[in-house]
């Protein structure tokens, strides 16, 4: 019956990140499952020391822009926290998750 929505956001976001200014300091990448089963099209923003963000229900041919510029935002902020008024209106609901950094770093490393 053709190919998931997850399969056409993320051949968009892989077009958009060849022109892309972030483009070297995040990887896109599919991921098999991030359970959100009845949330589909999920993306989330992970980086060490950064609060990890999840988001579902994105449409699927017309989140990538926006995923690219909370991106950005998610950058350039000190904690991963980008309060829901600051977003792209796409990502203003479907949030699923926020996650906290691990604390202490270290305890990150192994397995905790």
Request: aromatic share 6%; charged share 15%; hydrophobic share 40%.
């Amino acid at each position: 019956m053709g190919q998931r929505g997850g399969y056409h956001l993320l051949n968009h976001l892989l077009l958009l990140q060849s022109k892309w200014t972030l483009a070297a300091e995040y990887t896109i990448a599919p991921v098999d499952c991030l359970s959100a089963c009845n949330r589909p099209c999920v993306v989330a923003y992970a980086v060490p020391h950064k609060t990890t963000l999840m988001f579902g229900d994105l449409p699927p041919l017309q989140s990538a822009i926006a995923i690219l510029q909370l991106a950005e935002q998610y950058h350039n902020s000190s904690d991963g926290l980008i309060p829901r008024q600051e977003r792209p209106d796409i990502l203003k609901k479907g949030i699923l998750a926020r996650i906290p950094p691990c604390q202490p770093a270290s305890s990150c490393t192994e397995g905790n």
